[in-house]
């Protein structure tokens, strides 16, 4: 919370209050998540002893950390090359939908012509043109990487284009007023206005650009020499291998989680001093 | 007060669409040192008269001259919005910095300044808050701060309290008239409020709708600067209602939906 010169109440009674409403809302958002899922996992856990379900239907939790632990070198080399893939096409869609908003905000005619390739390539799915992009580009990587890009670009670029036409446009009047350079306007007023819009926009391409990177995968893995967490996946099913792709899945979600929690983290980072979403109310 | 001719309206007029006149036909001179209200109804091209003189809006027909200055400042005209219209991500110092920032002033440069203008609106405490951490008067006063700040010889306010309460607003009445006074300003302030254009004006310009047009140029009598006490004089009570008579004269001859 930035510093505030309103008088406070300094009574007990109000502060107790303030604090413990502070401390619930701790435990609810950490604790609480925590709690269910330990509950959850040992249910797992007992459920699968007590029925003594085989391991190739359904693999104890306690199994399927074993298998982590056991298969951890090449599960963490394949973790690293699915990050790596996520968050290289996550960097490349920022870098593309923010340039190419940024055009479309300052040219009207730029965005007619252009809007309807963007949608098109958004509409169209990519478990659908990834095969015929693996089969034009060269590099399984670089594929790969255009498919999650295509996937995470949408929305930054969408997002991107209306939070720099919502500057408030009196603001936009002022701005003429004291002669803005078109710099000027960019850098200290349509910017930060388009910055909620990209902030929330970040958050949906992180999962996306994920979920692109292990779609693509998918639909490569039989190429065999791609090394992300979708084939051990795939190569886990295929030799029936049920705890190693559940500890496969396991680490994908865990890397979804990972995301989603920095993008939240960025996103409270850049507006949590003044914008309406992140601002935390004092009562 | 000196008499020059500051801004000088000739045949105005501006059309929205085919047909619709704004404000049609308006002329006027002011000169240096008045205090103008455009006072009247909803709807009669006060604002749009404002924009026009502001130069953020084009005329239709007629011209308007504003003499060039010969004094030091960075921008002569002063504009303040009936919202506070601040930029909410940045703080209140950085909000009043603004207009010096884009003619290219350094913050180390107009530190002073900016510091001294927050002074004169009784904001020093409040330089690093956000807007969202003000009351309304106060980001209205960020925002007088910041019409201010680049010493302009003309300051334009729309409407600038009607959302604001009536202690607030005869507060704030004063400190425009105490900076108008100071820094030797022409004002052209539009409301709705026939006390608050009889307690700051020296001159009302009554409007009407339909096409937006001055049906009557009220000079006051009243001495100015005004002071707090005047608002309870039965003299003022007078002056009020005789600007009420001709303000319900326009709103009678024409039916105005408002
Ligand atoms: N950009 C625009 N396009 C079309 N019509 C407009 C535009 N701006 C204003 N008008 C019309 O011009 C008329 C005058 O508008 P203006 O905003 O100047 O009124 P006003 O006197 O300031 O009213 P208020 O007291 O409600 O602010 C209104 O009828 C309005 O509908
Ligand atoms: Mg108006």
């Known amino acids: 919370m930035q510093k505030t010169s309103t008088t406070k109440d300094l009574s007990t009674p109000v502060n107790t209050a303030q604090l413990r409403r502070a401390r619930r809302e701790r435990v609810l958002t950490w604790v609480m998540p925590i709690i269910l899922l330990i509950i959850a996992v040992g249910l797992w856990e007992y459920l699968v002893w007590y029925h003594e379900i085989p391991k190739y239907l359904i693999p104890a939790p306690s199994l399927i950390a074993e298998t982590l632990v056991k298969d951890g070198p090449s599960l963490m080399a394949s973790s690293w090359f699915t990050v790596k893939l996520t968050f290289f096409s996550l960097g490349l869609a920022i870098i593309g939908g923010v340039l190419l908003g940024a055009l479309f905000a300052l040219s009207r005619p730029v965005e007619l012509s ?14 659908a043109i990834a095969p ?11 594929a790969l990487l255009i498919c999650a890009w295509i996937v995470a670009f949408f929305p930054i670029l969408s997002n991107t284009v209306m939070g720099l036409r919502s500057a408030d446009h009196n603001l936009i009047d002022l701005f003429t007023m004291y002669r803005a350079t078109r710099w000027q306007r960019l850098r200290y007023l349509l910017a930060p206005s388009a910055l909620p819009y990209f902030m929330a926009a970040l958050k949906v391409a992180g999962g996306l650009a994920l979920i692109g990177a292990v779609v693509a995968e998918f639909v490569a893995g039989t190429a065999g020499q791609n090394t992300g967490l979708a084939s051990r996946i795939i190569e886990s099913s295929f030799r029936s291998e049920i ?11 865990f890397l979804g989680i990972i995301i989603f929690l920095l993008t939240s983290w960025a996103s409270s980072k850049v507006l949590g001093h003044w914008h309406e979403s992140e601002v935390r109310r004092e009562y | 007060m000196t008499s020059d001719l500051i801004i000088r309206l000739t045949h105005v007029s501006k059309k929205f669409g085919q047909a619709f006149l704004a404000v049609d ?8 040192g008045e205090f103008i209200t455009f006072l009247g109804p909803s709807g009669c091209g ?50 009043v910095y603004l207009p010096l920032r884009l003619v290219g002033l350094r913050r180390s440069e107009v530190e002073p300044r900016v510091t001294q203008i927050l002074k004169e609106v009784g904001l020093t405490r409040f330089a690093d808050s956000y807007p969202r951490e003000l009351s309304g008067g106060m980001k209205m006063r960020v925002s007088i701060a910041r019409a201010l700040v680049t010493r302009p010889r003309i300051l ?25 006074n100071e820094n030797k300003l022409t004002v052209i302030f539009v409301t709705h409020s026939v006390f608050e254009s009889v307690y700051l004006s020296t001159r009302i310009m009554v409007m009407a709708a339909r096409p937006g047009r001055v049906v009557a140029d009220l000079p006051m009598q009243t001495p100015w600067p005004p002071k707090d006490e005047w608002r309870t004089t039965p003299e003022f009570m007078s002056e009020a209602r005789k600007v009420s008579e001709v303000l319900k004269g326009t709103l009678d001859a024409k039916d105005i939906d408002h």
Request: proline letters at 7%.
């Open chain 1, 114 to 127: 252009l809007f309807p390739f963007a949608v098109i390539l958004q509409v169209t799915p990519v478990v």
């Open chain 1, 132 to 142: 015929l992009i693996l089969i034009y580009v060269d590099s399984t990587f670089a």
């Open chain 1, 243 to 253: 705890p190693r792709m559940f500890a496969a899945l396991v680490l994908v979600s």
């Open chain 2, 25 to 32: 036909d308006l002329s006027l001179n002011i000169k240096e």
């Open chain 2, 46 to 95: 006060k604002s749009t008269a404002l924009k026009m003189i502001a130069g953020l809006l084009p005329v239709s027909a007629g011209s308007i001259e504003i003499t060039p200055s010969s004094a030091v400042s960075e921008q002569d005209l002063g504009f303040v919005f009936q919202e506070p219209t601040l930029m909410p991500w940045a703080t209140v110092f950085d909000n």
């Open chain 2, 156 to 180: 334009l306010m729309d409407e600038p309290f009607a959302a604001l309460d009536e202690m607030t607003r005869s507060k704030l009445n004063d400190d425009v008239v105490r900076l108008a």
